[in-house]
């Protein structure tokens, strides 16, 4: 049972169920009599966790064999990186949906002729933009399909006329994915899927190589596909951690299972923010995000933004504080936050209004 309803962005909540089998396997690694952090990654032991954690990618977003999962250091971050050095030769077009994606786009611009084909920072990413239309001439369209800091969902598959490359880092695994349509399907670990420290790239083979730039070893996705993420160390305790959040999500049913529930949570916190008086989400409600829900103080309510923040961290939230850039409340409810967290949340939501509404 966890003593606190944890609602980080990221690192966040994971499953006790993890969590149990990571202390395990710190006491003693599959019968090795040392911790797993102390094991050669070339063991045979270490190497059923490679492939074990593989597989269980594979299965659970239903990979096809034309792509390979790979699990690399450097966070999202670098894989921005990583993205232009691997697929820009002429031209890439950015989908502006965040500084996420604003991020990822400014490492592309350092690398070549990359260029936002449409922005929501008009008005503070609150919406996905629209109406756009996708030119036939570029190298690759990037998309952030979650806005962690917005709550703002690409919540489905786009059809795209040119190679498709995703930040999924905080909605991965949270409902299922046609990975066929992407080119590259990339995120830090730490949203959704384990710890901070590993992060996963979901790469079309048949797509890498085709740039005619020297890409460094280390940022060639190939040396990884042909290392099977093991070209150097791998962070070992990482992938043990995601190994076992993914085990944990297999046996709860997968992500068909995980995104009835998820899609329940947030049905939950979004009625109460539509209903309580003194809230008011930010985000436009057609492109609400499972993952992040934002929320500020009503218009006349706004006074009481402090308060509300004390009275929720007495009844055991923690991390319900917005982005800097937003403000006001974000409670972000990953698949391994359970609904009793939300439950509890909206309690405090209604409790609160019944005294100062
Ligand atoms: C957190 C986040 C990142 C940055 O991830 P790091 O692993 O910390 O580099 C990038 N994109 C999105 C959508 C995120 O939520």
Known sequence: MKKVHNFNAGPCVLPDQAIQKSIEALKDFAGTGMAVI???HRSKEWGEVMDECRSLWKELLNIPDTHEVLFLGGGASLQFLYVAMNFLEKKAAYLETGVWAKKALKEAKGIGDAYALASSADKTYSYIPKGYVIPEDIDYFHITTNNTIYGTEIRY????????IADMSSDIMSRPVDVSKYVLIY???????????????????????KVSRYIPTMLD?????????????????SIFVMNETLKWLKGIGGVEAINKINVGKAELLYNEIDRNPLFVGTAAKEDRSIMNVCFVMAPGYEALQDEFMAYAKEHGM????????VGGFRASIYNACPVESVEALVSCMQEFAAKKA
């Not at 996705?221 to 070992?236: C, E, I, K, L, Q």
């Open 187 to 209: 995120g830090g670990a730490q949203k959704n899927v384990g710890p901070a420290g590993v992060t996963f790239a979901i790469v079309r083979k048949d797509a890498l190589g």
């Open 38 to 40: 102390e094991v050669s």
């Open 157 to 164: 598959d786009m059809d795209c006329p040119v190679p498709l």
């Open 221 to 237: 996705y190939r040396t990884h596909v042909d290392g099977a993420s093991m070209f150097n160390t791998p962070p070992v305790f």
């Open 318 to 325: 923690v991390g319900i504080k917005g982005h800097r850039s």
